[in-house]
């Protein structure tokens, strides 16, 4: 079954750092990019981060840049998030997507909550 | 960066009514839309602005007249109470519409 799951989600306080996992079964993992897309709780969709197939070439929106990092390892068909420096306003649910076209998936989400 | 304009932020609709939905870009881009129900993930309905995504019915369609993008729903089922979005693939970031919120009327 094609599929993603995240991991890593969870409590943390303001200024601490978390790192995300999502997990991809059932396809060549390899020959697809990948995003992180975030949603805080009731609100709409923000894309926050893209990576290649290939891992070479990363974007981030500006909300994140310099305080998270997006990466891959495709042996372990994972995708990861590194977060920093967590804000009150990073909390959310947090989901991994394949593609941006044809093919999208998206994984069921991880929550992470900064708070004091 | 693309500006994505959603309109209308909710609808009330019945089961069979035609639906519009529309994202105005600040720019000309490609375009998604999602659906999304009540804690699920999206999924994805429409890519390159008008082309069907595997599986999705053919009652949803994607249309762009300029920088202007439509979603339209031809006649609305139970299963389409749902929030959508938009979200242009053009250029980074990929930014998404504010989401219209489909309710039954």
């Known amino acids: 079954e094609v599929q993603l799951v995240e991991s890593g989600g969870g409590l943390v306080q303001p200024g601490g750092s978390l790192r995300l996992s999502c997990a991809a079964a059932g396809f060549i993992f390899s020959s697809y990019e990948m995003n992180w897309v975030r949603q805080a709780p009731g609100k709409g969709l923000e894309w926050i981060s893209y990576?290649?197939?290939?891992?070479?070439?990363?974007y981030y929106a500006d909300t994140v840049r310099g305080r998270f990092t997006i990466s891959r390892d495709n042996a372990k068909n994972s995708l990861y998030l590194q977060m920093n420096s967590l804000r009150v306003e990073d909390t959310g649910f947090y989901y991994c997507?394949?593609?941006?076209?044809?093919?999208?998936?998206w994984g069921q989400g991880t929550l992470v909550t900064v708070s004091s | 960066d693309i500006q994505m304009t959603q309109s209308p932020s909710s609808l009330s609709a019945s089961v069979g009514d035609r639906v519009t939905i529309t994202c105005r870009a600040g720019q000309n881009t490609f375009l998604n839309w999602y659906q999304q129900k009540p804690g699920k993930a999206p999924e994805l309905l429409i890519y390159g602005t008008s082309s069907l995504h595997s599986g999705v019915p053919s009652r949803f369609s994607g249309s762009a007249s300029g920088t202007n993008f439509t979603l339209t729903i031809s006649s609305l089922q139970p299963e389409d109470f749902a929030t959508y979005y938009c979200?242009?693939?053009?250029?980074?970031?990929?930014?998404f519409g504010q989401g219209t919120k489909v309710e039954i009327k």
């Open positions: 997507a394949r593609g941006l076209g044809y093919g999208n998936i």
């Open positions: 979200q242009q693939t053009y250029s980074t970031p990929f930014t």
């Open positions: 990576i290649t197939s290939s891992g070479t070439t990363m």
